[in-house]
């Protein structure tokens, strides 16, 4: 597909109500599903690029299925996930009247670099691109993100307050240790996933901004859903979220706050959240053959984290099914599993069966948390390696799929390719 | 009982290519065999004795934590490590690590960060792209040549000075500069190396190298393991670099 180089820009000016961005490391396909639930119910007509495709080149084709004719498009707000790199650009285009930015965590250095180099792009996108009128919608518990905020009028912040979840210390990964405005170590008061938390800069003052939309009361319920209490200036509401972990808690504030932001009432976000479904491969579940096959996206190791601490509420020993892929959009490097906490699996695995294109490499990290390598085996073909950890499944359990994204691609379309699974997929 | 004891410099800044994971093969091996295994890490301002470890790790980190983290070593640790590499302990620097051990490294004009001169190279960040990979290098060390295989991601080009032998050969990958065909440097016990991925799990027979190494003893000496999923995974970052 050829497209002049503008393109993005000129059918984007095609929607009558703009359009709204949403990035982050992590959720960005999950928060975007979450506000399109929202906004649908309120009756806003999207054009949204739905499947996750983030780059230029999905984006353009989503506003090209949409348009037609020399001027007409179908749908009135443009709600599109951006990738991290292509965000300065992708704003530049579409002029957005919201920008969400939901966190910032290490991920595929090989592609992405490090974690400064996106932050001092995003802190040019909204100091030179994002118009002064746009609303910013950020994460105050993320130190890196929240500082975007600084001396900009009309920011929502999101965050959550329940010192019930804090971690008894920060995970070994995490980044943004260092304030961004005086370069001193932050304080963190406590620390909820990663480096997000309650902080502040002993040496400049600089702190945690007081979030406007949050969440209290929250509670964890196994790898299926959670609850909390949603604060937003105009009340408070309890959410029943049908996904799991703490990390959707973050999504579901996330697309509250930008729903709020774009004066959604709080009884529609509420309604919207609590009808959310999994985004593509994220927390899906699956009947097949007598079982749950649950998949979980794990692609870097704060994402990773979140995914291990979800699946540790439930109880007993599980059977894994881990796909580690080293294709591009994987990114080539797969030293982040190291850094991600699979020591929260010993003791609690009944079988693990490790495939994908580095599949030793996996089985060897697990056997370093500590699995039993017993309990380990290597099938590098993932249509032989999903067939006999299906089969080796008891009947009525459930298989933890932790597939990277080429992975889970692949695991998708060997679902749809058996027919066992189409209903459930479709 | 013998008791390997590891010394972690700035194990919270320096970690940036999951270098978490050769400090745990190297603590699960020794368990693995019965040998104590001791970690100190030793962060920012913290002084540094050079006698009470065998082992010091550096790993690689962001432009801004290797900076602190340059002028720290120079002012509260040359010294220790100096005497520490006089007295035969190892000294293992990986990426970010590795350039700090040498003399120097120009990150842009004008701006030089000082290197704590245990190897004779110099590094400078050239306005070329990064130098990203897979990367298979053959080295020899006491004994017949081995491979490492591993993964790089370094914008600074790395050059060694006439006398300053290099960790390896490159087989495919980039190496110290992307042309000169060799990969790290070596004096004595003092190693670095641009290969993270991380190095030491898929080079289980560098990891028992450098546990034998730093207690004193014959690789020969250590007890055997199963190592299946080691070798199965050395295989495996080998493919990927395809060798």
Redesign the interface.
């Known amino acids: 597909m050829r497209l002049q180089p503008d393109a993005i820009g000129v059918l984007g000016s095609r929607l009558a109500r703009g359009s709204v961005l949403v990035s982050a490391t992590n959720g960005k396909t999950t928060t975007a599903a979450m506000a399109a639930a929202i906004l649908e119910r309120e009756g806003v007509r999207l054009v949204h690029n739905r499947a996750g495709a983030n780059m230029a080149g999905g984006i353009a084709s989503t506003l090209l299925a949409a348009a037609h004719g020399r001027e007409a498009i179908d749908g009135e707000l443009g709600l599109f996930e951006v990738d991290e790199l292509w965000l300065q650009q992708l704003a530049v285009q579409l002029r957005p009247r919201a920008l969400l930015l939901g966190n910032l965590f290490r991920d595929q250095l090989d592609r992405y670099g490090e974690l400064e180099t996106i932050a001092d792009s995003w802190a040019h996108t909204v100091r030179d691109v994002l118009d002064p009128d746009a609303r910013l919608v950020l994460n105050a518990d993320d130190p890196v993100v929240a500082d975007l905020g600084r001396g900009r009028a009309r920011v929502v912040y999101f965050g959550v307050d329940d010192d019930s979840l804090a971690l008894p210390h920060m995970a070994h990964a995490a980044d943004a240790k260092h304030c961004r405005n005086c370069g001193a170590p932050y304080l963190f008061e406590a620390v909820y996933l990663g480096h997000l938390g309650r902080y502040s800069c002993p040496s400049c003052g600089q702190a945690r901004p007081v979030p406007a939309v949050r969440a209290t009361d929250v509670r964890l319920e196994g790898v299926r859903s959670a609850r909390f209490t949603l604060h937003t200036p105009t009340g408070a509401a309890d959410v029943a979220l049908p996904l799991p972990g703490l990390y959707n808690v973050y999504n579901a504030l996330a697309a509250a706050a930008l729903a709020h932001a774009l004066e959604v009432p709080l009884e529609t976000i509420v309604a919207g959240l609590e009808s959310a479904h999994a985004a593509f491969g994220r927390a899906e579940s699956v009947p097949i053959d007598g079982r749950e096959l649950r998949i979980l996206l794990v692609k870097n190791p704060a994402g990773a984290n979140e995914v291990l601490r979800t699946l540790v509420l439930e109880q007993g020993e599980h059977d894994l099914l881990g796909v580690l892929n080293d294709n591009i959009a994987d990114g080539r490097d797969v030293s982040w599993i190291w850094d991600a906490d699979f020591e929260l699996l010993a003791g609690q695995v009944r079988v693990a069966t490790c495939s994908g294109t580095r599949a030793p490499e996996l089985a060897l990290r697990l056997k370093y948390a500590g699995v039993e390598p017993e309990r380990i085996r290597v099938l590098p073909e993932l249509p032989a390696a999903f067939s006999l950890a299906l089969a080796d499944t008891p009947s009525g359990g459930a298989l933890y799929a932790l597939p990277t994204y080429t992975a889970m691609l692949s695991l998708r379309e060997l679902l749809s390719a058996d027919g066992k699974a189409r209903s459930a997929l479709s | 009982m013998n008791t390997l004891r590891v010394c972690a410099l700035y194990p919270?800044?320096m970690?940036?290519?999951?270098d978490?994971?050769n400090l745990?093969?190297l603590e699960?091996r020794c368990a693995w065999r019965g040998i104590g295994f001791q970690l100190t890490p030793c962060g920012l301002g913290e002084p540094l004795d050079g006698g009470t470890h065998d082992l010091f790790y550096l790993g690689g980190g962001?432009?801004?934590d290797q900076r602190l983290c340059a002028e720290d070593l120079i002012h509260t640790k040359r010294d220790a490590l100096h005497a520490a590499a006089a007295r035969g302990a190892v000294i293992l620097g990986v990426c970010g690590g590795y350039q700090l051990l040498g003399r120097s490294y120009e990150l842009g004009p004008g701006e030089q960060l000082p290197g704590v001169e245990l190897l004779d190279v110099r590094t400078v960040r050239e306005d070329h792209p990064?130098l990203?990979?897979?990367v298979a290098i053959e080295v020899s060390l006491s004994g017949g040549e081995r491979v490492l295989a591993g993964?790089e991601?370094h914008g600074g080009r790395t050059r060694l000075s006439a006398g300053q032998a290099p960790l390896g050969r490159v087989l495919k990958g980039y190496g110290n500069d992307g042309r000169g065909g060799f990969e790290g440097a070596c004096s004595g016990n003092v190693i670095g190396t641009y290969l993270?991925?991380?190095l030491l799990?898929?080079n289980i027979w560098f990891a028992d190298w450098l546990i034998a190494t730093a207690l004193g003893i014959d690789v020969a000496e250590l007890t055997p393991l199963?190592d299946?999923?080691?070798d199965?995974?050395h295989?495996?970052?080998r493919q990927?670099a395809g060798v």
């Open positions: 919270d800044l970690n940036i290519y999951a978490r994971g745990l093969v699960r962001q432009d801004r990064r990203i990979g897979n993964f991601n993270h991925g991380p799990p898929k199963d299946t999923l080691e199965a995974a295989r495996g970052a990927a």
